[in-house]
Nanobody, 124 residues
Framework: QVQLTESGGGLVQAGGSLRLSCAAT????????MGWFRQAPGKEREFVGG????????YYADSVKGRFTISRVNTENTVYLQMNTLKPEDTAVYYC?????????????????WGQGTQVTVSS
């Protein structure tokens, strides 16, 4: 089990960038695949992207592909979500999640541990 804490959210204009961080505490961070999800008001939580144990393989939702990048530094127990060319429709609470599996899942039910979320607001 890991405890996750997101940071880096905020208010940004359309076209701008933000980098979210997710710091993990607990055992063996490198054994977990990591995912980023988001939830906009009135909508279900959706998959944004994920990475395998060392960030060598990454996966993205079509809506963010080419704009968002996931990376991780296992020695720092941290995973990042670099978000570029932000759009108003990217406005949501962003969550990181961890799972004890080989390949990141695309659904929230495939993840075991969650952070509290960080708000990202993109103004037009």
């Amino acid at each position: 089990q890991v405890q996750l804490t997101e940071s880096g959210g905020g208010l940004v204009q359309a076209g701008g960038s933000l980098r979210l961080s997710c710091a993990a505490t607990g055992r063996a961070f490198h054994t977990y695949v990591m995912g980023w999800f988001r939830q906009a008001p009135g909508k279900e939580r959706e998959f944004v992207g994920g990475c395998d144990w060392n960030g060598g393989r990454t996966y993205y939702a079509d809506s963010v592909k080419g704009r968002f990048t996931i990376s991780r530094v296992n020695t720092e127990n941290t995973v990042y979500l670099q978000m570029n060319t932000l759009k108003p429709e990217d406005t949501a609470v962003y969550y990181c999640a961890a799972a004890s599996r080989v390949v990141p899942g695309f659904h929230e039910s495939e993840y075991d541990d969650w952070g509290q979320g960080t708000q990202v607001t993109v103004s037009s």
